[in-house]
């Protein structure tokens, strides 16, 4: 069954007032559980309004968006806080970590939204991330004195803290050096193979496109391409 299916989903910015801007034109997508995504298109045209979108941080004027078969737009605003919280990781090109925190204590701060979980299990989970993206020795060092690349890293295990089956990635590699950027992206790319999440990731990379399952193209608010990689070839 697929885990995402985009029904005729419009955006428009500004309703109801003379600069109202439809920017998304009825969007039909489908994605299986598993797969690695590439999502590509020049700016402007639409990646952040629809990831913001399947992401449950905004919602459609039109259409409908289903999740694991079920409608969120009809869900009240505490279901959707809820299942964002919980089924859905995000990374931003500017990690937005807090940046006098620790790096345990960034992958920590999604998983306070549980209250009463035993003593020590989320510091548990915490380190159990860091070793997985190479930064446990980093555990106590604040944010700010990390390189862009190990931030970064620090906010793919801070996605994927609780264990969501979703992971919306917005040019997660965007403000990185070559060798950073390939880096953060097989990071995510091990965390797909290994647990089976899914990932959507918006790149302006074509190096780093060509390595997912699918790429998907968006122009001026209408997806244009739709493209398996016939190179990589991955039971999904
Ligand atoms: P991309 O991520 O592909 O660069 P965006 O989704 O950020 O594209 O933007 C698509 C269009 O919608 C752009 O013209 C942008 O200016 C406009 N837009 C984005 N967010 C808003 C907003 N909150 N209010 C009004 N217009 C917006
Ligand atoms: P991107 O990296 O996706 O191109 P932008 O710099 O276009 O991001 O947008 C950054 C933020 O500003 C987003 O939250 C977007 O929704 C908002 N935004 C973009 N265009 C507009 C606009 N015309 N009016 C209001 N907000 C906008």
């Known amino acids: 069954a697929d885990l995402l299916v985009l029904d005729g989903i419009r955006k428009s910015y500004n309703v109801g007032t003379p600069i109202e801007t439809e920017v998304l034109h009825g969007i039909d997508l ?8 590439a999502l590509m298109g020049p700016s402007g045209c639409g990646k952040s309004t629809l990831l913001n979108i399947i992401g449950l941080l905004d919602r459609p004027t039109s259409g409908r968006l289903l999740i694991q078969g079920e409608d969120t737009t009809s869900l009240p605003e505490s279901a959707l806080t809820s299942l964002r919280g919980h089924a859905i990781g995000f990374v931003f090109q500017y990690h937005h970590l807090i940046s006098a925190f620790t790096a345990r204590e960034n992958v920590i701060m999604p998983m306070l939204v549980d209250r009463g979980r035993p003593d020590g299990q989320m510091e548990r989970r915490a380190d159990e991330l860091l070793d997985r993206v190479g930064l446990i020795k980093w555990r106590d060092t604040r944010a700010l004195n ?46 797909n193979l290994e647990r089976g999440t899914t990932f959507l990731i918006v790149t302006h990379n074509h190096d780093l496109a060509a390595q997912c399952d699918r790429i998907i193209e968006l122009v001026d608010g209408r997806l244009t391409g739709d493209r398996r990689n016939p190179a990589i070839r991955k039971a999904v």
Do not use: Y
């Open 30 to 37: 489908a994605m299986k559980a598993g797969e690695f995504v």
């Open 146 to 191: 990390m390189s862009g690349g190990q931030q970064q890293r620090i906010a793919v295990a801070r996605a994927l803290a609780m264990n969501p089956f979703l992971v919306l990635a917005d040019e997660p590699t965007g403000n990185l050096d070559t060798a950073s950027a390939q880096g953060v992206f097989e990071l995510m790319r091990r965390f």
